[in-house]
């Protein structure tokens, strides 16, 4: 790639609403312009203007269904870059102006999917659990102990040319990793089916079920209160 590709390409993400595009498909799904629009709190027409330019730049990839136009982040690659980019941005204090978007601000730290892996307070607990466990080695690759316990919970975990089975992803609000790869996108496909966790409305944010606080708690050992929502 020339230096004026990277440039272009780096371009992509320099715009305040291109970037709450892409922080809104770190959920993993396909979104409308209109929703999009809604999201970022721009216009339909800014909205498509903006999103053209990042499916003509490779950053989105575009499905047509009908009249209907969805997007996405091109692949988990272009999801990592986005995730590792927000990690690396400075925390600054929150500037919540209502108590919904507090809510709504804490829910996300708590619990929730980048791109297709669990994420936030959940997603590093988890990691952690493996770890300590000897499910995961140091070097985040997955142990023989493991792979045995994804196949016991009925994971299957399918190598992939492309994507590693395990990776380190640093999370951008707890400031460490959690996992993602093969197995981390496994892992929270059977969470979501199993029913140990749920998506809040049509955010990346999860909340975590009085079963999942129970299977969490006697499969990995996490205590319940560390995934519970603090007292106000």
């Given at each position: 790639?020339?230096?004026?590709?990277?440039?272009s390409f780096?371009?992509l993400?320099a715009d305040?609403?291109?970037?709450a595009?892409c922080?809104?498909?770190?959920d993993g799904?396909?979104?409308?312009?209109?929703?999009?629009?809604?999201?970022?709190g721009?216009a339909?027409?800014?909205?498509?203007?903006?999103l053209?330019?990042?499916v003509?730049?490779?950053l989105?990839?575009?499905?047509?269904?009908?009249?209907?136009r969805?997007?996405?982040?091109?692949?988990a690659?272009t999801?990592?870059?986005?995730?590792?980019?927000?990690?690396?941005?400075?925390?600054s204090?929150?500037?919540h102006t209502?108590?919904?978007?507090?809510?709504?601000?804490?829910a996300l730290?708590r619990?929730?999917?980048?791109?297709?892996?669990?994420?936030?307070?959940?997603?590093?607990?988890?990691t952690d659990a493996?770890?300590?466990?000897g499910?995961?080695?140091?070097?985040?690759?997955?142990?023989?102990s493991?792979a045995?316990?994804f196949?016991?919970?009925?994971?299957?975990?399918t190598a992939s040319?492309?994507?590693?089975m395990?990776?380190p992803?640093?999370?951008?609000?707890?400031r460490?990793?959690?996992?993602?790869?093969?197995?981390?996108?496994?892992?929270c496909?059977?969470?979501?089916?199993?029913?140990?966790?749920?998506r809040i409305?049509?955010q990346?944010?999860?909340?975590v079920?009085?079963?999942?606080l129970?299977?969490?708690?006697?499969?990995?050992?996490i205590?319940?209160?560390t995934?519970?929502?603090?007292?106000?």
């Amino acid at each position: 790639m020339s230096a004026q590709g990277l440039a272009s390409f780096a371009a992509l993400l320099a715009d305040p609403t291109r970037a709450a595009f892409c922080l809104a498909l770190l959920d993993g799904r396909a979104w409308t312009a209109g929703e999009l629009a809604r999201t970022a709190g721009v216009a339909a027409s800014t909205a498509s203007e903006h999103l053209s330019k990042m499916v003509e730049g490779g950053l989105l990839a575009e499905e047509r269904q009908g009249r209907h136009r969805y997007v996405r982040l091109r692949d988990a690659a272009t999801a990592q870059l986005v995730e590792d980019l927000a990690a690396r941005v400075s925390p600054s204090a929150p500037t919540h102006t209502t108590l919904r978007a507090a809510s709504a601000a804490s829910a996300l730290a708590r619990a929730r999917t980048c791109y297709d892996h669990l994420a936030g307070r959940l997603g590093v607990s988890v990691t952690d659990a493996l770890l300590s466990h000897g499910l995961l080695d140091p070097g985040f690759s997955l142990s023989a102990s493991g792979a045995a316990w994804f196949e016991e919970l009925g994971i299957a975990l399918t190598a992939s040319r492309t994507r590693p089975m395990a990776r380190p992803c640093l999370d951008w609000t707890e400031r460490r990793p959690h996992l993602a790869g093969t197995a981390g996108a496994a892992l929270c496909r059977h969470a979501l089916e199993a029913g140990w966790v749920t998506r809040i409305g049509g955010q990346r944010a999860l909340k975590v079920t009085d079963s999942g606080l129970s299977s969490l708690a006697l499969l990995l050992d996490i205590p319940s209160d560390t995934l519970r929502p603090s007292p106000n």
